[in-house]
């Protein structure tokens, strides 16, 4: 009995760092708390107290996710396999390096601009490996320009979908929505900064976060409302309720994260005809992305006159 008595609680303090390790429940979609964010727990445990930061483990998995891109270009299933495999292991990389910033404390802005721009990266490498295949069967080089138009799509709804994910942590709680900054805070932290490796990042930063506030007028409207109205202490009914309506829009905005546009890119690889990539993304997902855009605007709309 003493035995089964301890072995709950060390399962429940595994269960309590693993919970500490996320940034939340509500915004973490299926395959990343059943497959990704475990492994990637057990690794940040692994790694803690062993000097390696966050962002050591950030630029690992940007060699491994561009690995990917080169197994791509190989046309022959073997390699499409490696591809997999390379791109599973940098995206479970890449929960390590948020999970082992939460555990340890190591946390930066800096890490977090890195952080994303490493997907960013990792597909850059995969279309520009699309389109250099195709050209190499079909003997033309116009395949760039759907690799440019998907680039710049994908781009447009990773943006979106961490702006929403990332608001939607903000109506939690203000540790949990740390991250949530307007465009007038960012950019008075860029212009506070000295010249240099770390500023251009940043800049970086400021024109992603001006795209984000472009595409959400309504989105901004609500914000000024509310703040303008309760501070930084919104009640916590406009709370609950703007999540409870966020939440019903995240299995569609899933779709725009690493795991809904992967899972068509491994079939589509594994099949062979990786055009078929392209299409989906400018097509389909940017077709995703107006519905929520436009979706995501109406229910800012409802909380203009609360």
């Not at 008595?5 to 595994?14: A, S, V």
């Not at 495999?85 to 977090?112: E, H, Y």
């Not at 007038?184 to 000295?194: L, P, R």
């Not at 890119?265 to 993304?281: D, H, T």
Request: overall charge positive.
């Amino acid at each position: 009995m003493a035995a089964m008595h301890i072995n709950k609680g060390i399962m429940g303090e595994l269960n309590k760092e693993y919970e500490a390790s996320l940034k939340s429940i509500e915004t973490e979609n299926v395959v990343d708390r059943i497959f990704y964010r475990p492994i990637g727990f057990q690794i940040a445990r692994l790694l803690r107290g062993t000097g390696i930061t966050p962002n050591m483990v950030t630029v690992v998995s940007i060699f491994v996710g561009a690995a990917a891109g080169f197994m791509f270009y190989q046309p022959d299933l073997r390699h499409a396999i490696y591809g997999i495999l390379f791109l599973v292991v940098a995206n479970i990389l890449d929960c390590v390096d948020g999970q082992l910033a939460r555990l340890t404390g190591i946390k930066s802005k800096i890490g977090r601009i890195l952080d994303g721009f490493a997907g960013d990266i990792w597909f850059t490498c995969i279309y520009v490996a699309f389109a250099l295949r195709l050209a190499n069967e079909y003997g033309t080089y116009w395949f760039f320009v759907p690799a440019f138009a998907s680039g710049f799509s994908h781009l447009t709804q990773a943006n979106l979908t961490d702006y929403y994910k990332t608001l939607h942590l903000y109506f939690i709680s203000k540790d949990k929505g740390a991250e949530f900054q307007s465009l007038e805070q960012v950019k008075a932290q860029h212009k506070e900064m000295t010249y240099g490796v770390d500023k251009f990042f940043f800049f970086l930063y400021r024109w992603y976060t001006t795209l984000q506030v472009r595409m959400t007028p309504i989105l901004q409207q609500m914000l000024s409302h509310l703040h303008g109205r309760y501070g930084d202490d919104i009640p916590e009914p406009v709370r609950l309720d703007f999540r409870r309506q966020s939440r019903q829009l995240m299995h569609t905005i899933d779709l725009m994260t690493f795991n809904g546009r992967t899972l068509v890119m491994f079939a589509i690889v594994l099949w062979g005809e990786v055009w078929a990539y392209y299409l989906f993304e400018i097509v389909v997902l940017n077709g995703v992305l107006i519905w929520v855009n436009r979706k995501h605007e109406r229910m800012c709309a409802s909380f203009l006159n609360r």
